[in-house]
């Protein structure tokens, strides 16, 4: 099955992760994609490029590089990219994390076993700096009815592992902008538009998260961010609207607090240990 992996770089990415990435998804993988659509968000600086430059070698045609004069930001990013990716099938990859070995031939099998899935991502481990710590799995309920109940509450893909066809993405409108939420905005938009949607229980991805990134995301913007959630739930009609708001406000509540409490909030609650 021909399938195309959709990626976006900007000037900020290590250079060492991009490698461990590209060796990941090319030399590492059981199966291999017969497209990678790279978009680069603005310029990217020449040890990036030299990197790109590299793989291009290693690669061949399958890498499609498509520059962007200037930084538009993720979301604008991968649209221009799906726009570029010549496969129905897309499978999203993020430029510092590590695909496991059996992440292509999974998903693969996945979508010839089950023809009316249009999304589905699978499990994710997380780590920080160095891949043999990675203890923290980023987990996303599997049947569709779970992931419909989940969505309503909190994001039900890993949107760094997620594959979806192409032309219900374009169809949808592809991303919108919404601060850190431009993937649950557009995972709603399907959900609430009837698609067949699924999970793996496997884990099929390493993710690089590091320096308390999500204990940083507070403050009056993610708010703001969290009342368009709030309306687009509201428009859709997926979930009940008293209830919606009472989450609303708890949600909210939890972006006002100091980095370090909503840091142990989110590690204990929110994501489970797994012991080696």
Known sequence: MNFSVLMS??????????DECFKSIWLNQAVKPNEIVLILDG???EE???CVQYWGNQIGPILKVIPLPHNVGLGKALNEGIKHCSNEWIFRMDTDDICTADRFEKQVAFIQQHPDVVLFSGQVMEFDQNISDANVLKAVPVTYEEIKE????RCPFNHMAVAYKRNVILGLGGYQHHLFMEDYNL????IGNNYRVANLPDVLLYARVGNGMHARRKGLEYIKSEKQLLDLKKQLKLQNPVYAN??????SAFRLLPADVLGKIYNTFLRKSIKK
């Open 43 to 45: 310029s990217v600086g």
């Open 48 to 50: 990036l490029q030299n």
């Open 187 to 190: 995972w709603l938009r399907v």
């Open 246 to 251: 009472m989450l609303f406000l708890v949600r």
């Open 150 to 153: 989940f969505a309503k509450k």
């Open 9 to 18: 770089l900007y000037y900020k990415e290590n250079v060492i992760f991009l």
